[in-house]
């Protein structure tokens, strides 16, 4: 077995570095592509969600149109019940 020279000795950090970092940037690699995928998740759930919302507000401006609608009928039903017993006893009057 032959000693290890400088030369080599340094050639073997070197190569042990280049290793070291190319690991670490596949580890770093492997990392950001799980980010984004958690990100496009991220993202699509949040899209699902502001759809279910705009619907869930579109819903609500129905129904309160309808109930708000509602009430105007009935109070235009109690008007006209009044107006209608008024109007009868003026002709039941005879004037």
Do not use: C
């Not at 492997?30 to 759930?45: G, H, T, V």
């Not at 109930?67 to 109070?75: L, P, Q, R, V």
């Amino acid at each position: 077995m032959e000693p290890i020279t400088l030369s080599g000795f340094i050639l073997a950090l070197i190569i042990a570095g280049l290793n070291f970092r190319t690991k670490r940037g596949d580890i770093w690699k492997d990392e950001a592509e799980a980010q984004k995928a958690r990100a496009d998740r991220l993202e699509s759930d949040f899209n699902d969600l502001r759809a279910r919302v705009e619907k869930l507000e579109s819903e609500n401006a129905y129904l309160r149109d309808l109930a708000t609608s509602h009430k105007a009928i009935e109070e235009l039903a109690v008007a006209v019940a009044a107006n209608h017993v008024a109007v009868m006893r003026v002709l039941e009057s005879g004037n």
